[in-house]
C-alpha cells in the first residue's frame, strides 16, 4: 500500500472512532406517580389574635426645640467679628477713583463697549475693572 492512503486510512479511523457514541447509557427509572390528595384545603385567613390592641393618638403638640436643639456647653459657637470695611463699600471707593480710561487700557475697548451694552451702563464694565484690579492686588 502507498503510504498516503494508509496515512488517509489512520485518520478515517480516528475520526470515525471519536464520532461514535461509546458513553453507557444511563437506565431509566421507572417513576411512580404521586398520590394527589384533594380531599387538603389550605387555611385562607390566619386565626385572630388572642389579645385586642387598640391604636394610641400620637401628641404631637408637646414639641420643644431646647430639648431637641440643647445647648452644648462645651462647644459654643465664637462670635463673628465683622470687618471694618465690607467688601460692597471698598467697591464704591475704588470705582470713584477708577477712570473710563484706566479701565479702557485695562480690558480693551471692545470688551468695555460690550460689557457697557450687556449690562446697560457704563459703570457695569467699570466695576468689573476694579474686581480685576483687586484680584490682581491679592
Known sequence: M????LIFLTVAACFFSACTNTAPTPKKQTVKPKETNTSKRYAAVPPPPKKKIVLQEVQDDNYSPEYMYPDDKYKKDK???KKETEPEAVLEKETA???KEECISMIGQQKFDKYAEMYGSESAPIKRCT???SMQKS
Open 2 to 5: 502507498n503510504p498516503r492512503s
Open 79 to 81: 462670635p463673628v467679628q
Open 97 to 99: 477713583s477708577m477712570s
Open 131 to 133: 474686581l480685576l484690579k
